[in-house]
Every structure is written in C-alpha cells, then in structure tokens.
C-alpha cells in the first residue's frame, strides 16, 4: 500500500481536546477544497506529494511519541486505514485524524481511529455545505474556524442546533492567518462570553509559541 505524502514531521498539537500533545505529523496530499483561509494550500495537490509505502512513512515517526496526527489535504480522500492499523499495531500509538467532514469513514476506520477531529465548513470557507451529522457519533468534536465572531458565530449555533450536537464537542478558534493573532483570540472570546455561549475557546498553541 502506497499513499501520497506532503509532509511528515513532528511537533507539539496545537489544536483541539489534545492541545499540547507531543505528536507525529502525517499530512497527506490532496484534496477536494480549495477553502479561502486554507493556510496548507501546498499540500492540495496529490501529485505534487511523495508517493511512500507503510514501512517508509513508519521510519520517519519518533517510535517515543505517544500520538501520531494524520492530517492533510483531506486524509479520507485516501485509504487510510493500513496506515492507521499500522500506527497502532507496529508502533502502539494513538491515532487522531483531522478531516473536513464530508467524506464519511468506513465503519473499520471509525472503530479504530482514536480521535477524529472534525472541521466542518462555514460559508467564511467559500463553501456552503449541507452537513449531516444527526446521531453521529464518530466524530471526537468539531472544530470551527472563526473569521467574523459576529457572522460567523450565528452559523455555528445553527450548525450546532440543526445536528444536535452536544456543546462540549465545540471547540472554536480564530483565523491562524491574521498578523495580531490574540487580538483576533480575545475577540473571539469576547463575543463568546456577551453572547453567552457554551463552547470552548482554544487558540493554535503552535501559533503561539511558533511551532510548525
């Protein structure tokens, strides 16, 4: 089995529930959007990617960390699951998969994947999507990029009333492009708390602390 690779690297997690982990990074090549804030664009294309068998991505994973992240592009566009079974078998780590949500994964990947973290599209993305994620339980929690506090905040709730979605899977961070990052973090914070809101606020630690 062969998958097309962007990158692999190792840093610290800077997004979502495991915000600080120690992790390996697989980011796979390609994907199916071509969202606005998109701050990975290089990694869209599948061809401008490695092509890498199991065995050569496993020798580029510190064996010592205790996560590995697989992220993209859109990794669902890919079959994944060997490469996540081998994670977990070979090297004994946890598996977190970052996915946009609109690729459902088979019920075996669903089962082994430890996290999934889901990023659902608002219309700030250039998309606008139908999403569907009534009596879902695969994803881990859903995290929402955030340009407008103003506008988009009204989307999440809707979002978040229409699939029923429990308020503690909501993590919402800002816009990881803008030059006055937490001022942008504050802001959202802000219109958080006037609005009374139950979600998390959670900023990208690896922005801050300038990690990749």
Not at 85 to 100: D, M, R
Not at 114 to 121: A, E, L, N, Q, T
Not at 147 to 160: A, C, Q, R, W, Y
Not at 203 to 209: G, K, W, Y
């Amino acid at each position: 089995m062969k998958y097309w690779i962007s990158e692999i690297f190792q840093s610290i997690q800077g997004e979502g529930e495991i915000i600080g982990t120690p992790s390996n990074f697989i980011r796979l090549a390609g994907c199916h959007l071509r969202c606005i804030w998109c701050d990975t664009k290089y990694s869209w294309f599948k061809y401008e990617g490695e092509l890498m068998t199991i065995p050569e991505i496993l020798s580029r994973l510190h064996k010592s960390l205790p996560l590995t992240t697989i992220t993209g592009g859109e990794p669902l566009l890919q079959d994944i699951l060997p490469l996540v079974g081998a994670i977990k078998n070979i090297l004994g780590q946890k598996v977190l998969v970052e996915t946009s949500g609109t690729i459902t994964p088979s019920k075996k990947l669903m089962e082994l994947v430890d996290i999934f973290s889901v990023s659902p599209k608002l219309t700030n993305s250039g998309y606008k999507f139908n999403y569907d994620f009534k009596n879902l339980k695969w994803p881990t929690y859903y995290k929402f990029v955030i340009l407008n506090p103003e506008t988009d905040l009204k989307e999440v709730i809707n979002f978040v009333t229409d699939n029923k979605i429990p308020p503690e899977r909501v993590i919402l961070q800002p816009d990881g492009r803008v030059p006055n990052y937490k001022e942008a973090l504050k802001k959202l914070a802000d219109t958080v708390m006037e609005l009374g809101l139950p979600f998390r606020v959670l900023p990208q630690l690896h922005r801050i602390i300038d990690y990749r």
